[in-house]
């Protein structure tokens, strides 16, 4: 079985890292299986893309598009022409893609013309705001799949919920989950960035902003700033910066008091990451990946969006949606209050989300698509 896997952004090295580390496993075992990476170059930098594969000992792209950079609609589209050719010389028998970039919908979009099945991982995750690009990309490409991993049951339920057959539908939990069980015992062992940045443990607050929606809107993005400036007046905030942050506060011209101690760092890696993480006393994030993390490594932590996909972590006290307003933000880290809280739930499956997804591809080997649709139909007919 030939496995084609795209790849674009930060979040999906992490994910794609296990589930290419399964595939190794099985091969050496003698399974009759084989997977190559394309990468989109949504995401370029070195500490973006390039330390991931490293770090993670992902193997190297057979494709790099080098699509970057550029629009949303000129992104996608370049993308879905550059995929397609790649698909047509390679036939693979799956196109495996992970959760909701431009490159998940691309590549969605470009296998799904082709007749090649799309099994896509971190399915069926919604925040019911369509003004989210990444909300479109996850429709769009659930709706385009043969097989939809979920990493919860609330995601299973909303697939349910919009129709989608159940038999295509397999909770396997978090690849997410995965890759930090594995990776946080060579984490430990290699990275000294919490020394290295004279932090002490459980002492200091890690932040990271970089969804669309808080670093395209000036007022926003000015609000929540003011919140972390002030806020390091208290306690020290340590954030690792993305790009896109980075530059929309040029553009809009905010520049941070830096009366606090305040700690803007580039972005770090991986396993960097995880001691910033596992150590810090609370996480202050809007990021999907970096909310589910705190809750592996039992931190709290406030999420600076309106919504969130993982809502489980709100229900269960873990996580706390804060209004994107300096005065909210402020009040939210002087009242935390997680005391008593049970840590110990395994909302996210047992850590091996990776072997069941390649397990059910295996599975599913000679399963096409066209079947499938008109099964749909027929449902969908006996429905109306
Ligand atoms: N991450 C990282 N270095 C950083 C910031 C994040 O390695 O400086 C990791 C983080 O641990 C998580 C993933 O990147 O595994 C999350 O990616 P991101 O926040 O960019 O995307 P999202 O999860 O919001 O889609």
Known sequence: ????????????FVKAATVSRAVKELREAGTDIEEFLIHTGQHYDHNMSEVFFKEMEIPAPRYNLGIGACKQGAMTGRMIESIEDVLNREHPDWVLVYGDTNSTLAAAIAAVKMHIPVAHVEAGLRSFNRRMPEEINRILADHSSELLFTPTQSATDRLLVEGIPRKKIHQVGDVMY???????VKSAENSSIVKMLS?????YVLATIHRAENTDDPHRLREIFAGLDEISK???V??????????????????????????IIDPVSYLDMIQLESNAQLIMTDSGGVQKEAFFFQVPCLTLRTET???ELVTHGYNTLVPLERTAIINAWRMQKYEGINWARPLYGKGNAAHAILDTLLGKKENKPNTESTEEANLL????
């Open 238 to 263: 340590v954030l690792p910066m993305h790009p896109r942050t980075r530059k929309a506060l040029e553009e809009a011209g905010i520049h941070l008091n830096g009366q606090g101690n305040l700690i």
């Open 381 to 384: 007919k006996a429905h109306l």
């Open 178 to 184: 995965d890759a930090t069980m594995h990776y946080r």
């Open 309 to 311: 996909e993982w809502v």
């Open 234 to 236: 208290e306690v020290t």
């Open 199 to 203: 932090l002490s443990p459980k002492k």
């Open 1 to 12: 079985m030939k496995i084609a896997t795209i790849v674009g952004a930060r979040p999906q």
